[in-house]
C-alpha cells in the first residue's frame, strides 16, 4: 500500500456532465500528480501541483482542471465530459516534483 | 512529443527463469527513469529508479540498466515467479513523466 488514496472507485456519468475527483496524497508528500490510463495503454500526464500551485501540464484542455490544498489533497476537475474520457484517472504523491511518485489505485471513470 | 516505447508487447517466461523486458526513450534530455509494474484493476506500483548518472542499478532480485548512448533502458527480474505477472512500464522524466505502452509479462508455472 502506498498510503495515497483516490475518491470514489468507480463513476459513471454522461456526456456533458461535470466530474471532481478526489485524492489524498501520502504524508510529508507536497506533489501530486494527475495521469490518464485509457484501456491497454500507459499513464498520460496531465498536471502535477506542488505546494498547491500547478507545475506542469501535459497536453490536455482547459475543461481538465484540478486544485491542490494546504494538506497536499488534490481535486481534478473535468467539464463537459466527452466520451473519450472514460479511462482510468490515477493520482501520484511524491515528496518533490522530480521525485519517486507513489500511485493511487485509481479512479474508473466511464462516460455514455 | 516524447517517445516512450517498449520493443515487445508481450512476454512469456518460464517460472524460475530470468526476465528482461526493454524500453527505448527519445528524449536525450531526461535524466531520471522509473520502472512499474500494474497489476488489473490496480495502480502503477514503483520498482527501481535509476538517476542519468549512473548506468546500473540493482535492487530485490531486479536491476536496472540505462545507455545512454542508444538510449536503452531495461529491467531485469531474476528467477521470476507467477507474482511477477503483470503490465511493466518504463517512464523517463525530463519536463514530466512520459510513460511507455507496456508490457505484458505472463509467468508459466
Known sequence: ?112 | GESVGLHLPTLSVQEGDNSIINCAYSNSASDYFIWYKQESGKGPQFIIDIRSNMDKRQGQRVTVLLNKTVKHLSLQIAATQPGDSAVYFCAENSDQFYFGTGTSLTVIP
Open chain 1, 1 to 112: 500500500e502506498t498510503g495515497v488514496t483516490q475518491s470514489p472507485t468507480h463513476l459513471i456519468k454522461t456526456r456533458g456532465q461535470q466530474v471532481t475527483l478526489r485524492c489524498s496524497s501520502q504524508s510529508g508528500h507536497n506533489t501530486v500528480s494527475w495521469y490518464q490510463q485509457a484501456l491497454g495503454q500507459g499513464p498520460q500526464f496531465i498536471f502535477q501541483y506542488y505546494r498547491e500551485e500547478e507545475n506542469g501540464r501535459g497536453n490536455f484542455p482547459p475543461r481538465f482542471s484540478g486544485l491542490q490544498f494546504p494538506n497536499y489533497s488534490s481535486e481534478l476537475n473535468v467539464n463537459a465530459l466527452e466520451l473519450d474520457d472514460s479511462a482510468l484517472y490515477l493520482c501520484a504523491s511524491s515528496p518533490g516534483p522530480k521525485a519517486e511518485q507513489f500511485f493511487g489505485p485509481g479512479t474508473r471513470l466511464t462516460v455514455l
